[in-house]
């Protein structure tokens, strides 16, 4: 004999995710894997592997049957037998009965083929005449919602199975109406397949209709009935009045223990399970899936389900599998990453069409030693699937104090993927972007992130990182994110977060540059990052100077003098600019030069120096406060005049407090420790030959070795010098890129 299975399945495989009628639900999404290969969707890629397209339609002990539609839209059935083999089935139609019988059919004349009697029996559902509708099937038993007869209002639901030769139809509803009452049914649903209490073949129906009471309209309910197979007989279990409580897509499961369909409360889908023996109801909201889900089985004290598919959604969208206890009820735990189908084997298993994160096939799930579902594969495609992001390790702090090399690593369930990385930094929107083409090991890729951001050093603060990783092979990509945070020790000479030196330079015609360091040496010189131009109009004042954080911020701050004495502060937003100017005071005319940037007291503020023209030194003790920045001034020393240039440079020699460099006519540079009061000890020559620069910069820590350091500038060059933490010898010279053959063009460096 030749057995027609259908390219369709009927509802009774419960994910029919797409369109779905009353009869038959349609295939759903593919596991997410690259286009068909010229061996197409219906053929295997490798001997014992399943096709790509092939979908599972039912299951038993004969093995399983699948059915594939290939390019040219034509439908081939499969029978796959328990000893590895394949056999090419006839005819369209094929459904799942939760049994060891094979059920085929066109929509109207079904066979119901056991392979291991060979056995069959013939079921003509033409008897019920036009628009009968075929429900659901268990072993070689339909269910059929036909129309009532005419001159009848709704429809009526059938028992058809072959007894002796004959076909025998059974009448269900009706006999639900237990009193005096009538019922009409409009809609009938078979929702589960599978045993009640005693162990018998039973299915689960759900019916709508109205009940006539004989007072005004008839009233809308929905029921839900257990019908034992041998019987025929339905019990009544649970009414509800009012508007529909399940729709036309209406799944469910049933089991010794359970049955459970799903309803939807308040516009809301959810899980109504009862206990077969009664005593137990619960009702749960499953969590994970848009819309409406539908029920995959019951294993155990576990409910599978899923998503109803989007018929708009292409097949690179996953449509998960996801559990949860009916007893406890709470959050869905996934079980695979896509399904597209599902049978039901007659020991309460499930075969699945579906993915893993690395595998897509097709799988069994049935249940462990503990009675909890357990996922086995059963043969697979070969395909790639799209990638899947295995790990992540990615700090959630990085110091970058150091030149330091930080390692990010994402593993991935396949290496050959395109890995693109994103930083970017919450405060600016600055990013860094970068491909990753080949894994270090296995699937493992590696990024060490070098700390530079936007060509200079990355700034302080909270960032974002992201990874999208895209197989070679055009499948689904894969996308992970998370944050992680920037720190260093604040440096007083730093004006947009990120820990490296800003030097300031303005130039003839009245312009202010910054030049930002990096925050390390390279090649035994220290290297600029990038030049920004600050803003025009700087010619107006006399001095300029960096004076640290005036007010607490992480940005360091600039006063200026202008040709009325008037002092002014510009306080750093931290981003490399400066806010509008704030007037200190007036009165400032008198001084010749301005030191600031460095805490001469201990008492951690930025503190200024001033010299007058009689040589007098001037201390102003920083308030920590925007508005009034310095103290009342105090006299801290004389004889200053000899000293054409100063500078405080922070504690260089591991005093109490910050130091001062002054150099005076004839080019010999003096060391003054300062004492933490505001004063200073006695002077320390470091050495003659300063005269070749024209300006002498306290630039905070420049190498970030933990000290602070100072900037030379001259027509002869520009160097750093790299404090020692010794007061005798106290730096060391070192190369630098700044200003380099721009000796002459600045007036103030600051």
């Given at each position: 004999?030749?057995?027609?299975?259908?390219?369709?399945?009927?509802?009774?495989?419960l994910l029919?995710?797409?369109?779905?009628?009353?009869?038959?639900?349609?295939?759903?999404?593919a596991?997410?894997?690259a286009?068909?290969?010229?061996?197409?969707r219906?053929?295997?890629?490798a001997?014992g592997?399943?096709?790509v397209?092939?979908?599972?339609?039912s299951?038993?002990?004969?093995?399983h049957?699948?059915?594939?539609?290939?390019?040219?839209g034509?439908?081939?059935l499969e029978?796959?037998h328990t000893?590895g083999?394949v056999?090419?089935?006839?005819?369209p139609n094929g459904?799942?009965?939760?049994?060891?019988y094979?059920?085929?059919g066109?929509?109207?004349m079904?066979?119901?083929?056991n392979?291991?009697?060979?056995d069959?029996a013939?079921?003509?559902m033409g008897?019920?005449?036009y628009?009968a509708q075929?429900?659901?099937?268990a072993?070689?038993v339909?269910?059929v919602s036909?129309?009532?007869?005419?001159?009848a209002?709704g429809?009526?639901?059938?028992?058809?199975?072959?007894?002796?030769?004959?076909?025998r139809?059974?009448?269900?509803?009706?006999?639900?109406?237990?009193d005096i009452?009538?019922?009409?049914?409009?809609a009938?649903?078979?929702?589960g397949?599978?045993?009640d209490a005693?162990?018998?073949?039973?299915?689960l129906?759900?019916?709508?209709?109205t009940?006539?009471?004989?007072?005004?309209?008839?009233?809308p309910?929905?029921l839900e009935?257990?019908?034992?197979?041998?019987?025929?007989t339905?019990?009544?279990?649970?009414?509800?009045?009012g508007?529909?409580?399940?729709d036309?897509?209406a799944?469910?499961a049933?089991?010794?223990?359970y049955?459970?369909?799903?309803?939807n409360?308040?516009?809301?889908?959810q899980l109504r399970?009862?206990?077969?023996?009664?005593?137990?109801?619960?009702?749960?909201a499953?969590?994970?899936?848009p819309?409406?889900?539908?029920?995959?089985?019951?294993?155990?004290?576990?409910?599978?389900?899923?998503?109803r598919?989007?018929?708009?959604?292409?097949?690179?969208?996953?449509?998960p599998?996801?559990?949860?206890?009916?007893?406890?009820g709470?959050?869905g735990?996934k079980?695979l990453?896509?399904?597209?189908?599902?049978?039901h084997?007659p020991?309460?298993?499930?075969?699945v069409?579906g993915a893993?994160?690395t595998?897509?096939?097709?799988?069994?799930?049935?249940?462990d030693?503990n009675?909890?579902?357990?996922?086995?594969t059963?043969?697979?495609t070969?395909?790639?699937?799209?990638?899947?992001?295995t790990?992540?390790s990615?700090?959630?702090s990085?110091n970058?104090?150091?030149?330091t090399?930080?390692?990010m690593?994402?593993?991935l369930?396949?290496?050959?993927?395109?890995?693109?990385v994103?930083?970017?930094?919450a405060?600016?929107g600055?990013k860094?972007?970068?491909?990753?083409?080949?894994p270090?090991?296995?699937?493992?890729f590696?990024?060490?992130?070098?700390?530079?951001?936007?060509?200079?050093s990355?700034?302080n603060?909270?960032?974002t990182?992201?990874?999208?990783a895209?197989?070679?092979?055009?499948?689904?990509p894969a996308?992970v994110?998370?944050g992680?945070?920037?720190?260093r020790?604040a440096?007083?000479h730093?004006?947009?977060?990120n820990?490296?030196?800003?030097?300031l330079a303005?130039?003839?015609s009245?312009?202010?540059?910054r030049?930002d360091?990096f925050?390390?040496?390279?090649?035994?010189?220290?290297?600029?990052a990038k030049r920004?131009?600050?803003?025009?109009g700087?010619?107006?004042y006399r001095?300029?100077?960096?004076?640290?954080?005036?007010?607490?911020?992480?940005?360091g701050?600039?006063?200026a003098?202008?040709g009325?004495?008037?002092?002014w502060?510009?306080q750093?937003?931290?981003?490399?600019t400066f806010?509008?100017?704030?007037?200190?005071?007036?009165g400032?005319g008198?001084?010749t030069k301005?030191?600031?940037?460095?805490?001469?007291?201990?008492?951690?503020?930025?503190?200024?120096?001033a010299?007058?023209a009689?040589?007098?030194?001037?201390?102003?003790?920083?308030?920590?406060?925007?508005?009034?920045?310095?103290a009342?001034?105090?006299?801290?020393?004389?004889?200053w005049g000899?000293?054409?240039q100063?500078?405080?440079?922070g504690n260089?020699?591991?005093?109490?407090?910050g130091?001062?460099v002054?150099?005076?006519?004839s080019?010999v540079l003096w060391l003054?420790?300062?004492?933490?009061?505001?004063?200073?000890?006695t002077?320390?020559?470091?050495g003659?030959?300063w005269?070749?620069?024209?300006?002498?910069?306290?630039a905070?820590?420049?190498?970030t070795d933990?000290?602070?350091d100072?900037?030379?500038?001259?027509s002869?060059?520009t160097?750093v010098?790299r404090s020692?933490?010794?007061?005798t010898?106290?730096?060391?010279r070192?190369?630098t890129?700044l200003?380099a053959?721009?000796?002459?063009k600045?007036?103030?460096v600051?």
């Amino acid at each position: 004999m030749q057995h027609r299975m259908p390219g369709r399945r009927l509802a009774a495989a419960l994910l029919t995710l797409s369109t779905v009628t009353a009869a038959t639900g349609t295939l759903v999404t593919a596991p997410a894997f690259a286009a068909a290969t010229a061996e197409g969707r219906c053929a295997p890629t490798a001997a014992g592997l399943l096709p790509v397209g092939a979908e599972i339609v039912s299951t038993g002990a004969y093995g399983h049957v699948t059915t594939c539609t290939d390019e040219n839209g034509s439908t081939a059935l499969e029978w796959h037998h328990t000893d590895g083999t394949v056999s090419t089935l006839s005819g369209p139609n094929g459904y799942d009965s939760s049994s060891d019988y094979m059920l085929t059919g066109d929509g109207s004349m079904f066979t119901a083929y056991n392979p291991a009697t060979s056995d069959y029996a013939g079921l003509n559902m033409g008897v019920f005449g036009y628009d009968a509708q075929l429900l659901g099937a268990a072993g070689p038993v339909l269910y059929v919602s036909a129309p009532a007869p005419a001159g009848a209002a709704g429809r009526e639901l059938w028992q058809l199975e072959s007894v002796n030769g004959f076909v025998r139809k059974t009448k269900i509803t009706n006999s639900v109406n237990n009193d005096i009452f009538g019922y009409t049914e409009f809609a009938h649903k078979v929702v589960g397949v599978g045993k009640d209490a005693n162990g018998r073949p039973a299915v689960l129906v759900l019916i709508k209709g109205t009940r006539d009471t004989g007072v005004g309209e008839p009233t809308p309910y929905a029921l839900e009935a257990l019908v034992p197979v041998s019987t025929g007989t339905p019990v009544q279990q649970e009414w509800t009045h009012g508007a529909g409580d399940w729709d036309a897509g209406a799944t469910g499961a049933l089991t010794e223990k359970y049955r459970a369909w799903i309803t939807n409360v308040a516009g809301a889908p959810q899980l109504r399970v009862r206990g077969q023996g009664g005593g137990f109801s619960k009702d749960i909201a499953l969590t994970g899936v848009p819309g409406q889900p539908v029920v995959a089985g019951i294993i155990g004290d576990t409910a599978l389900y899923a998503a109803r598919r989007d018929p708009n959604a292409g097949p690179e969208v996953p449509t998960p599998l996801y559990a949860v206890n009916v007893t406890t009820g709470g959050a869905g735990s996934k079980v695979l990453e896509n399904v597209s189908s599902v049978a039901h084997a007659p020991d309460g298993g499930l075969l699945v069409r579906g993915a893993s994160s690395t595998v897509d096939g097709l799988f069994r799930i049935g249940a462990d030693a503990n009675g909890t579902p357990a996922v086995t594969t059963v043969v697979e495609t070969g395909r790639q699937l799209g990638v899947k992001v295995t790990g992540s390790s990615v700090p959630a702090s990085v110091n970058l104090e150091k030149a330091t090399a930080v390692p990010m690593e994402w593993s991935l369930s396949r290496g050959d993927a395109d890995v693109e990385v994103t930083l970017r930094h919450a405060a600016t929107g600055r990013k860094f972007v970068t491909h990753l083409v080949n894994p270090v090991s296995g699937n493992t890729f590696r990024l060490t992130w070098d700390g530079v951001l936007d060509g200079i050093s990355a700034p302080n603060g909270a960032y974002t990182w992201s990874m999208k990783a895209t197989p070679s092979d055009g499948t689904a990509p894969a996308t992970v994110s998370g944050g992680f945070t920037v720190t260093r020790k604040a440096n007083p000479h730093d004006v947009n977060d990120n820990g490296s030196t800003d030097v300031l330079a303005r130039d003839a015609s009245g312009v202010l540059w910054r030049d930002d360091l990096f925050d390390w040496p390279t090649g035994g010189r220290a290297d600029t990052a990038k030049r920004t131009k600050v803003g025009t109009g700087w010619g107006i004042y006399r001095q300029i100077e960096a004076v640290g954080t005036i007010a607490g911020s992480p940005a360091g701050d600039l006063i200026a003098l202008d040709g009325t004495g008037v002092l002014w502060q510009y306080q750093g937003q931290g981003d490399g600019t400066f806010a509008t100017r704030v007037k200190v005071g007036s009165g400032w005319g008198g001084y010749t030069k301005l030191a600031g940037g460095s805490d001469l007291n201990g008492d951690g503020r930025s503190d200024l120096l001033a010299t007058d023209a009689a040589g007098g030194l001037w201390f102003y003790r920083g308030t920590g406060s925007a508005t009034a920045p310095y103290a009342t001034r105090v006299k801290i020393g004389g004889g200053w005049g000899v000293y054409n240039q100063i500078a405080a440079v922070g504690n260089i020699a591991g005093s109490s407090a910050g130091d001062l460099v002054a150099r005076d006519t004839s080019g010999v540079l003096w060391l003054y420790q300062g004492n933490g009061t505001g004063g200073f000890g006695t002077r320390v020559k470091v050495g003659s030959g300063w005269g070749a620069f024209s300006q002498l910069v306290g630039a905070g820590d420049v190498d970030t070795d933990g000290r602070p350091d100072l900037i030379a500038y001259g027509s002869g060059g520009t160097y750093v010098y790299r404090s020692t933490g010794s007061a005798t010898a106290p730096f060391t010279r070192m190369a630098t890129s700044l200003y380099a053959g721009e000796g002459g063009k600045f007036n103030s460096v600051v």
